[in-house]
Every structure is written in structure tokens, then in C-alpha cells.
């Protein structure tokens, strides 16, 4: 019974000083375990006499379980201490902001070309989606181009491989190759009485040119182009004032200059008054006053001849403006050579 008791007492001492998880198992080996004291004093039980075993075995019994009551108690203690002390450390302010999603967002260019689009859709213009790779002809020849125009050199424009000797295959210089497949398109529905268009036609152009701040080997254009009866020349000033107003602001000022396109005739180009010193003159407008924004034109009678409408009966206009410039101008970018170099410093302004 004393020797119960003992074991009883030093066991509590020894868990008494016991600090972590790992010394409480040496612990629970060492008072619980196979070799424990206490299991070897309650094999020993046998030994007694019939008289002493039941009380001592009551004892013994007794001492387990206060071993095993006092083991759980200290474990829980040595948890919820754990509990704490990883609460404390690891502490997380709920109030703190918290760290926003990077949102993707739409190409400076692309944002410009569904702005054109849009404007030109709420005056009933659809758009029109032709080639990047062109023939000679539709390119040039169907355009009324001669045939030694300097526009066709090889340092001009990029020619790629397939396509006749007399009809090479390139990549377009400009949108208004549409406007042949657009027309032909249009006038197959009813070749004897061809429908009015009224199309925009948007896309990447190529040309072999010296990249520099102002001009790059590829750039889009957004072509337009008006094909009915009695469409005059009074038509393609107010489309395209309308649409600068739109674009820039409602009070911005336009001209017409005259200027040589071989697919239309007679030819314009469209500038807007600078917004940068409002027409007095500065840097970006060179001191003129204005910007140039685009070409334009009545469509030559060739022209329409070759998309099957009949010019004695059928008239229309064509004008042809780049996004990139028109964004240039819009947020004063210096450098046309921003836009296709991925600089996320730059496209994250837009
Ligand atoms: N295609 C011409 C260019 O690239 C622009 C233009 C289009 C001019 C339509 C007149 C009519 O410069």
C-alpha cells in the first residue's frame, strides 16, 4: 500500500514538470507503460494474500486512473496552451483590405476600333469582315490602280508565296480590298437591281515600310463604304463630320483637303482642328492648325463597275482611317511603336 502510494507521488511530481506534448509521452511510457511501476506492483497482486489483494487491488486500481485523469487534464492543458500561443502568432487583422483581382482588359486599339464601329452602327453601318492575304488584283488592279503604280514594289508591300505571275499573293495594304468582295458580294444577291450598302469594314493592314514613331509594318484601318442611289458627295462630308463629332467632341471643327486616291474620284482627306492648341498652332499639328485623319472619296466609277454596280445608276463613297492615329491623337501618344510592344506599363493605362 505505501509503496502505491509512492509510485502515486512521484508520478505527480514527475507530470508536474512536464512542458510539452512530447515529454507528457515519455511520461505516459514511463508511469503507464508495460514496465511502468505501477503495472509491475499490479502483477505482483497475486503474491497477496486472499485477505490483502482486494483492498490493494482497489488501491491500485484507485492510482491508474488518478495517473490516467491527471495524464488527460495536463494533455488538455498542453493543447489549449499550443491553441493560444499559435493564435497569438499567427494573428489575422480581418480589418486589413484585401488584395484586389488584376482584371484583364481590352487592347488600346481594339477599345478604339469598337468605339469607330459603334459610331458608324448608330448611323446603320454594319461591319464587314474580309481577308489579311490578298491577290494583286483585288488589292490593286479591281482598285483602279495602274499598273506600274509604285504601291505594288516589292518595298512596298509584303507578297508571299502561291498566286499567279500576273496575280500575286500579298498581304493587304490597305482595307479597301474589301470593298471589291463586299460589292461583288452585295451585287450577286440580285445582279439586275444590287442592294444599297452601308458597310464598315475593320482590319490589320501590312505594308513594308521603315518602322519608325509614325508608321509601323502593321497597323489596322477601319474602311467605310456607301454604295446606293443619289448618294453624293454632300453624304460623305456629313457622315464624317458626324462621325469627328462623335469621335473627338460635339464642337470640334473639320476640312476637306482635295487629294489623289486611284480608287475614287473625286478624293478628300478629313482633318480635325488640333486639340492640342485649338487651330493656333503647335508641335503636334506641325503649326498648321490641323490633323489629318483621314482619306476619302466618291468610289470611281470603275470601281463600282468592277463590283457589278453600274455607275450610270449607282454612286457611292469610300473613306479609309487608322486607329492607331485616331488613339494617338485622342490620348496624345507619342509613338506609334507602343501599341505591339506589350509593355504592360503602357497597356495598363488603357
Ligand atoms: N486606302 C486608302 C489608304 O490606305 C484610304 C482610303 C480609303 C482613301 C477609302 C479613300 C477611300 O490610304
Known amino acids: 500500500m505505501e509503496n502505491l502510494q509512492t509510485i502515486r507521488e512521484q508520478a505527480l511530481a514527475a507530470l508536474n514538470a512536464v512542458q510539452d506534448e512530447a515529454a507528457l509521452e515519455q511520461w505516459k511510457v514511463a508511469q503507464l507503460g508495460r514496465n511502468a511501476a505501477l503495472t509491475q506492483a499490479m502483477k505482483n497482486l497475486g503474491q497477496l494474500s486472499a ?189 464624317l463630320t458626324d462621325f469627328a463629332q462623335r469621335f473627338f467632341n460635339a464642337n470640334v471643327r473639320t476640312r476637306f483637303r482635295a487629294s489623289h486616291f486611284p480608287f475614287t474620284e473625286p478624293s478628300a482627306e478629313m482633318d480635325v482642328e488640333c486639340f492640342v492648341c485649338g487651330g493656333s498652332g503647335c508641335s503636334v499639328c506641325k503649326h498648321s492648325g490641323w490633323l489629318e485623319i483621314l482619306g476619302s472619296g466618291m468610289v470611281h466609277p470603275n470601281v463600282l463597275r468592277n463590283g457589278g454596280y453600274d455607275p450610270e445608276k449607282y454612286s457611292g463613297f469610300a473613306f479609309g482611317m487608322g486607329p492607331e492615329r485616331l488613339t494617338m491623337l485622342r490620348y496624345r501618344i507619342e509613338d506609334i511603336r507602343y501599341f505591339w510592344r506589350n509593355d504592360m506599363r503602357f497597356l495598363e493605362q488603357f
Open 51 to 239: 485477505e490483502e489483494r482486494p483492498l490493494a487491488g482497489k488501491q491500485a486500481n484507485e492510482v491508474k486512473l488518478a495517473l490516467e485523469a491527471a495524464f488527460d487534464e495536463k494533455r488538455s492543458a498542453l493543447e489549449g496552451a499550443r491553441l493560444r500561443e499559435s493564435l497569438s502568432s499567427e494573428k489575422l487583422d480581418v480589418t486589413l483590405p484585401g488584395h484586389s483581382i488584376a482584371l484583364g482588359r481590352l487592347h488600346p486599339i481594339t477599345q478604339t476600333l469598337r468605339r469607330v464601329n459603334a459610331i458608324f452602327a448608330q448611323m446603320g453601318f454594319q461591319v464587314y469582315r474580309s481577308r489579311d492575304v490578298e491577290t494583286d488584283e483585288y488589292n490593286f488592279l479591281l482598285l483602279n490602280f495602274p499598273p506600274n503604280h509604285p504601291a505594288r514594289e516589292m518595298q512596298d508591300s509584303f507578297y508571299v508565296e502561291g498566286g499567279a505571275p500576273d496575280n500575286p499573293t500579298l498581304l493587304r495594304t490597305h482595307t479597301s480590298a474589301g470593298q471589291i468582295h463586299a460589292m461583288r458580294e452585295y451585287a450577286a444577291k440580285d445582279p439586275g437591281n444590287p442592294p444599297p450598302i452601308r458597310i464598315v469594314l475593320p482590319g490589320m493592314c501590312y505594308r513594308f515600310e521603315q518602322v519608325s514613331s509614325r508608321s509601323e509594318v502593321q497597323f489596322t484601318q477601319v474602311e467605310g463604304l456607301a454604295v446606293g442611289e443619289n448618294i453624293t458627295f454632300g453624304d460623305l462630308k456629313g457622315t
